[in-house]
């Protein structure tokens, strides 16, 4: 069994970086849910494979965003790092819904809103908290 | 290039040591005539560095000195030579440049030195990009490079990954065979002690290598230079790197990152012009000031530094409201001579304050101080870990949480599966699901795990007196003012085999990971007796050294997988006790902070 997990463990790893920065998202998308898979099948993976849902459905919002946004800084970037961005940007509808999403703990949404407004000096927004 | 260290007050030759690779280091040069390049792993030049000057290299027709990388090779050059480690990415950059080097038709013979050994894996490599045929291959066995003169390396920042994570033995193997090498050179070790899995499967290593006779150096002859090794494998003490080492070498090392016996700061931080290229400042004990300062609690580094100032100032003082005609030109003498400490002075002021207007005054590192303490402690956990979950919402450098995060999780035998899961989730979240893989890799080395069980470090703490109180940290009484009021455990269990041997501690031995063991060598190699009798190891029955003639002992010190620049200093603090007579020297595979260990774990997805 150990084997077995640790041959699931090497071929997600193998799956997951070649994906990296590379143009086409798409099969990068296909080989996150195959990792989901094989996670949900091996014993004690719970967490692996959850891990690997969130991540594929991030990429998702990722592309949207990439498209609507027009800017290609979402790719690659994690959870938190998304919302920041959205927040800088001024989107903040958009960094609600990821909120509620992948729910984002309360402090960690405040911590995040935080450092995006003082980053873009936006004391009046800081002023409302 | 950084100021070698001066290795002629060191307790064994390590002169020697560096002669040698000195020597087939040139061997390696002359084996190519005439001029040639030379390609260097960039990861080995620092390390080179220690070994062999500049000037060395010219003068065995070294004419270009590159840094390998993908670029093709630009010289005239006929003959080049590599020096690298047996790494697949590399192989692949010397490959590009022998095939650009094809296209382009010129010839060239090429030279592949590897370090500490070819592997199989490099020569596959090699063959499936097309050029095995265009290479001769060798080795360069750069072993131990002596750093101090009580400090030698290996230089392999991968080590405890490699043997926790990867399940890959082969820096255990490098050890042995450094160490095998040592005993050629110095005598065998009359008394091995060892604990942890790579202390065993070392010391197994190095029996069997003293069987085969491996190294193929003369056998030594004359009484051993060395009376006690220890092995201790990281893995037995991991609290230790996680917490912040408060020597001033270590507080040094932790916030500017000692490279290669030096560290690199601003031009501005030593008070010189502003400027893009950093100095760089040897930090070894050829510098006297330093070698004074280095071991000592950074609490009062400034103290002692104002101290010296205020000296010369009196001595200045003197000399100019004696009478002129009764100064001798010999006083003169004398006080320009105490003079010459001026620039280590200045040196070690202007770095001392830079660590204290940067980091030690912030509280950020004076909160994160008390974090550590509480965890080693054992008091009020859920402090420690809520302090924890705001670094990480706040994304804190990965690198600093991961290290309190180990140490809460080593310190209690693991997070209670709610917490476990949570504080994963939100690293993932806030760093990227990349990290799955640095979870996994922490999770196998047994560094951040969920618990099952409860942790019996309350019982490690108390039976090895690893929190001290009323420790003065300016006359200190114990190894504990290293880390004001922690004393590293693994320091503590050479200090016991010092003592009374481990006998007496086998209840607690038995609490921290891995085995042990106590066993005498055969203290004389003779090549022509068979190999049972005389190479046997017996059980040792005593507990330490016992000289008669009064002489000091040596204890070598091996830390498998890393060893901070604090643990070194509580030995040395061992050392200059009243009424020990025993030197230490410091074997490891790589000189660490917590965070350089936890950064070969994290997985860098470029």
Known sequence: IVMRESWEIAKDRQMLTPGRGSA?????????????ELYSRARDHTFQAKAAEEAARLLKVQQELTMSEGQAVFINSSVSDTIRTLITIGNQQRAQRIRSDFKVPEKRWYFLKIAALAATRDFEALEKF | MAQMANLDNATIDLN????????????????????????????????????AQTSLLKEHGVENLYHLSGDPIQSDLRNVIYLVRPQMKLMKMIADQIRHDTQVKIQRQYSI????????????????????ADVVMHEYPLDLIPFDEDILSLEMETAYKDAMVDGDRSSLYYVARALTKLQAVFGVIPNVKGKGKGAVAVFDMMKRMRREQLGALPPYSGPPE???????????????????????????????NIHNGAVEVDPTVMGAVPSQRKMKVPLN???????????????????????????IKADYTEVRTTDRQAQSVSDLKEFVKKLNVLPEMTRHTNIAQHLTAT?????????????????????????TLEYIEDLIQKQEPLTSVLRLLCLFSLTNNGLLKKNFDHIRRELLHSYGFEHVFTLNNLEKAGLFIK???????????????????????????DIAYTYSGYAPISIRLVQQALKTGWRPIDDTLRLLPGPWFEKKQASIMNPGM???????????????????????????????????FAEISALRFLSAQEGVKTDFIVATTKLITGSSLLQTLIEDPS
């Not at chain 2, 040069?29 to 990861?43: A, Q, R, T």
């Not at chain 2, 030195?113 to 095995?132: A, H, S």
């Open chain 2, 285 to 311: 004990s050829s510098d006297k000031l330093f070698r004074e300062l280095r071991d000592l609690n950074f609490g009062i580094v400034g103290q002692v530094l104002r101290q010296k100032a205020e000296a």
């Open chain 2, 451 to 477: 618990q099952e069980g409860k942790s019996n470090w309350a019982l490690i703490k108390r039976n090895l007196r690893l929190t001290v109180d009323d420790v003065d940290d300016a006359n200190p009484n």
């Open chain 1, 24 to 36: 086409l998202q798409n099969p990068r998308q296909r080989l996150l849910e195959q990792a989901q």
């Open chain 2, 16 to 51: 020697a040591l560096r002669d040698h690779a000195r020597k087939e280091l040139v061997a390696a040069l002359e084996s190519l005539d005439g001029k040639k390049v030379f390609i260097l792993d960039p990861k080995l030049s620092g390390p080179l560095a220690l070994i």
């Open chain 2, 113 to 132: 030195y590897f370090t500490p050994r070819r592997t199989i894996v490099c020569e596959k490599v090699l063959e499936d990009e097309g050029v095995f």
């Open chain 2, 359 to 383: 980091y030690t005054t912030k509280p950020a590192f004076l909160s994160r101080l008390h974090m550590e303490q509480t965890l080693v402690e054992g008091r009020s956990l859920d402090v």
């Open chain 2, 530 to 564: 068979p190999a049972e009798g005389g190479l046997d190891t017996t059980p040792l029955d005593h507990s330490g050294v016992h000289l008669a003639d009064g002489r000091r002992s040596l204890i070598l010190v091996v830390f498998i997988g890393g060893v901070t």
């Open chain 2, 226 to 256: 060395i009376d006690m090794l220890i092995l201790l494998d990281r893995q037995v003490d991991m609290v230790t790197p996680m917490c912040t080492q408060l020597t001033y070498e270590g507080l040094i090392d932790e916030f500017m």
